[in-house]
């Protein structure tokens, strides 16, 4: 089967096009010279005795790359000798012309082979992941609860938590799904009296200083906070029914255990609430000049400075919705037997929602709306509207047209329950419950042609090519216009398919791209978890860890929204900063908490990821830079190029030699003294020991272990550079690979799976159209949303052939079942 792929002049790509060739050498290189090449500077380590990498190139064929045979192992060539890595520099050399000859020749057969025979890789039935399933039942639902901490943490491949090979289903995650499902159920239908409960949310501070409490800053801890405020913290709530509610806040006492939540530090106001969601919060007001030092202290009581003044009262404000809902008056400080010091602002460690004391009012919320579409008169009419209610809801759930079939489970559910409670509204309840659980909901499950041969290769139906999409861009089901697209048989069409592409990228949903892709990517989320010594690094804090992270997710979904140049990534010349960050990296003129643009001097040493805080932090240890995992960092993540695994028991780096503290370069070069080690090293060090002017945190240093740092570097061709700038110099000449890596990051997690050698030609291909767009990022996302790896199916083959119709889970009265 030719490939979909129109013209890149319609929008579309076409695998077959190739960089120019010098004629004479496109002229002169043929398969023998091919084979020729890898016998001669390749097969004295690759073969079946030896097995190098376990690969072995003893029987590779001159007619295999037109006939498509061995490609992976093809494409495992053309990569390594691209990108200058193969033949070992300890061995002989191909000359350039030969290299880049090879090269061309490899890579034009490839990518003519894939236009002709495209191949989608294998189907897999993939399960949505919790955070998928959560935003699916926001959007289904208009319930703006976040159920994905209520589900097991998914397990990750290839980097990211969307892959269909390792989302299983065990039956602890069954009965997961099934409480979850009836929970929100129950949230959505809002049929239920509730109980009086307690929501709470401990504000993220930092630990305590000098064993003399909690610190507070006069400053606003958030933006969802008043301009003019001070500490505090926010949270979402929903309120299951109409009424009164208690917000609590637990105060900080300057204690030397701030954890002790003591009825004396304890302040509340009692607030309406409509039924729904809510954004609640307290936060006190700015402070002209408050003392914040901090004393030595001990804890004795005796030897503790006790306040002299008495303690003056202070606005604490209570906040919902953005709006001030109440003020209480609360003292500056409390003392009692534990008391440290007044060495910190009082601030709410704290805040709680208790609730409802009473109801009052309807319960219409945006979630009923959304469900209770229609409203039987009479016990005649129920039927009919329950039809219509379950019919709608699964249309959107399931993502597709609804048969008879997809109804019945659901209508069972319904009818079960509203024979149990006479109830009609009770009925929806379990109806909706079971839609929640049901196999067509939890799993993106694909159709193939009606008597398709297995391994024939066809194009995606609309109804899951819209599936696809609002996966890869909104991490959520697809809306009503992708729903209509793919009804009317519009979707599959490459105009059509990539103006809504654009349309989802515009959208506000289209920041679960920087949260999912980039978040996991760039390895953001492992930020929360760092945690920096803070003997060595006392400056680091929650405001900066905060801050760190806003920058890269603000960096990336600038580059979304603006359809920026990937290249950025490697170098730019803004960032965004707020005053605590501006201050980490020693940059003037940004006053306040909210993040902004800022436009970048070359002499402050930043610009492009490498020089952002996060990165440089999750790349370290608590204590110290680590010269491997920044290089490895970059090797695998902006290369696409990661040196294998460790061997086992790697020993670990000596700090010292000989009573002498080694600086990290030192210590690298005794670790590389085993040949063994070498072999990786000398790939990841010198990238790293260009960042080593960059301390755990980020921050920017000259000294290591009472040495001027050294970041000076050799790559493996001998390629000498020093510094980020250096460093940014080599990636920015290897712009090319840097795209192709970024496209293969972003295709993994747009397709569910792993890069398979099929893929490769397309990536090259995308990578191609963006350069010639001058790199910029939606081009390449349009290119994967218009790649034969997105619009085709391969019908699976054996027993890799599944469907709902196959798996061991089937909805039975709002629940799974084996």
Known sequence: MTSLLALATTGALHSAQTPAASP?????????????????????????????????????????????????????????VSQDEMPPHTKRQPSPEMRAAFVRWVAAGRDAFAAVHPDPGRATLRRLNRVEYAAAVRDLLALHVDVSRELPQDNSGYGFDNIADVLSVSPTLVERYVAVGTKVARLATGIDRPRPSVASYIVPKDGSIMNSGRPAYNERMSEDLPPASRGGGIMDFYARAAGDYDVVGWLNANTNNESDRLPQDRVSARVRLGAGAHRIGMAFRREVAPDESVQFLRNNLDEVPLPVNKPVMLPLDVLVDGRRAATLMVPSYRLSDRYAQQNFPRDVMEVDVAGPTAITGAQDTPSRRRI???????AAQEDGCARQILGRLARRAYRRTISPDDLSPLLHAYNDERAASGQFERGI????????????FLFQAESDPAGGAPGTIHPVADRDLATRLSLFLWSSLPDETLLRLAETHQLHRPDVLAAQAMRMLDDPRAKALT????????????????????????????????????????FFAHLVKTNGSLLDFLSSDYTFLNQRLAE????????????????????????GLLGQASILTVTSYGNHTSVVKRGKWVLENLLSSPPPPPPPDVPALKTTHDGKLLSAREQLELHRADPACAACHVRMDPIGFAMENYDAIGARRTMDAGQVIDAGATLPDGTRFAGL?????????RKDQFTQAFTEKLMTYALGRGIIAGDRPQIRTIARMAEADNFRIRTVIRGIVLSDAFRLRKVPVGAAQMTLNTTTLNTNGGSLRP
């Open 429 to 440: 309840e379990a109806g909706v419950a079971a839609l929640l659980v049901s196999p067509h």
């Open 372 to 378: 209770f579409t229609c409203h039987p008169a009479d």
């Open 584 to 607: 980490h990296y020693g940059i003037p003129g940004v006053r306040g908490t909210v993040m902004r643009k800022v436009a970048l001097d070359p002499r402050w040493g930043r610009g």
């Open 725 to 733: 700038p250096g460093l940014r110099r080599i990636l920015l000449a």
């Open 24 to 80: 004479h050498l496109a002229l002169a290189f043929n398969d023998k010279a091919a084979l020729s090449m890898v016998e001669d500077y390749c097969a004295s380590c690759h073969n079946d005795i030896d097995e190098a990498g376990s690969l072995s190139f003893d029987d590779l064929r001159g007619d295999d790359i037109p006939q498509g045979r061995r490609a992976e192992i093809w494409e495992a060539i053309l990569r390594k």
């Open 515 to 554: 949260q999912h892709f980039a978040g996991q990517w760039l390895y953001l989320r492992n930020l929360d978890q760092q945690r920096p010594d803070t003997d060595v690094f006392p400056q680091f804090d929650t405001r900066l860890r905060g801050a760190m992270a806003a920058e890269t997710e603000l």
